[in-house]
């Protein structure tokens, strides 16, 4: 479990971030999936931009994508989302 300190902190690091990952009118495609866990496991710290059509959609997406890829989510505000998945160790 993160602390609430860790996870401010990973805010304020992503504030600086741009989106490397766009989730377009296709939705969660197994495409996405891998970019999403490629950028993952390359940066631990992660921008998506998400582009639904509803509230309800965008909410959902966030929520599969975080359970998908065992990570946390750190902030989710309108269309982005920030999502942290520690390296692992070898």
């Keep these: 479990m993160l602390t609430r300190p860790f996870l401010k902190n ?8 741009h ?3 766009i989730v377009g009118g296709k939705g969660l495609t197994i495409q996405v ?4 866990d490629a950028a993952l496991t390359a940066h631990e710290l992660l921008k998506i931009r998400i582009n639904a059509e509803t509230r309800e959609a965008r909410q959902q997406m966030i929520a599969e994508i975080a359970e998908h ?3 946390t989510i750190v902030q989710a505000i ?3 989302l920030v999502l942290y998945r520690p390296k692992k160790e070898d």
Aim: charged share 10%; net charge neutral.
């Design 19 to 21: 989106p490397i990952v």
């Design 69 to 71: 890829h065992q990570a």
């Design 33 to 36: 999936h891998q970019e999403i």
């Design 78 to 80: 309108g269309h982005v």
């Design 10 to 17: 990973l805010a304020t690091k992503a504030h600086q971030l």
